[in-house]
């Protein structure tokens, strides 16, 4: 037999055996992929009702964490701010001034608040685009699709998220940018009104 074609069909049939190889594996049953472990919650998370503290709790730690620098003072390659109002059933909920301060370490991080005005500072030496998820993280104030803080989604009560008017989906993945508003309400739901039956005359 020719050699190069000898080669061709030892070729062709070890690309069938690894096909075929392959395939069993992925059927095999009782190897499915192992699941992914949930990430443990971030240190001093507050996952309790309103109001909430500064943060100052563990947040050398959450800085660690979240990948955000401790910095010795603030930095301006960026330097921009948003306002941040939230509301739980109607009532207004303090943004507490410090956030992402450490007066006794001595270190800023890139966002943060200087007073309870609601104002955040993002005051950086990047150019990163940072995120509400950032800075609730930083807070240490639980903040997901269905919650705040202590807050979840359930029924009869609901979680919206506003920026600049526009409802957003997803509030962790809200990017930051200049003279942003950005509205948080937990509040219940209205029943719908039932119509009434008409009455026989």
């Not at 992914?36 to 001093?44: K, Y």
């Not at 903040?143 to 506003?162: F, M, S």
């Not at 209205?190 to 009434?196: L, Q, T």
């Amino acid at each position: 037999m020719d050699f190069r074609f000898s080669k061709l069909v030892l070729g062709a049939w070890l690309c069938a055996f690894t096909v075929a190889s392959r395939a069993d594996a992925q059927a095999a049953p009782g190897k499915a992929a192992p699941a992914a472990r949930p990430s443990p919650p971030l240190p001093g998370l507050q996952t309790g009702p309103a109001p909430w503290t500064n943060g100052l709790d563990q947040l050398t730690q959450r800085l660690a964490v979240i990948g955000l620098p401790a910095m010795p003072k603030e930095e301006f390659v960026q330097h921009i701010h948003q306002h941040l109002t939230i509301s739980v059933h109607g009532s207004a909920v303090t943004i507490p001034a410090g956030i992402g301060i450490n007066q006794f370490e001595r270190y800023i991080s890139p966002i943060h608040t200087h007073d309870s005005s609601g104002t955040i500072h993002i005051e950086s030496g990047t150019t990163d685009t940072f995120t509400l998820g950032q800075f609730f993280d930083v807070w240490g104030v639980r903040l997901t699709a269905d919650c705040i803080g202590g807050y979840c989604r359930k029924a009869g009560e609901h979680l919206q998220v506003i920026a600049d008017g526009a409802p957003v989906k997803d509030p962790r993945a809200l990017p930051l940018h200049d003279k942003q508003e950005i509205e948080i309400h937990f509040e219940a739901v209205a029943a719908p009104v039932k119509a009434k039956a008409p009455t026989r005359k």
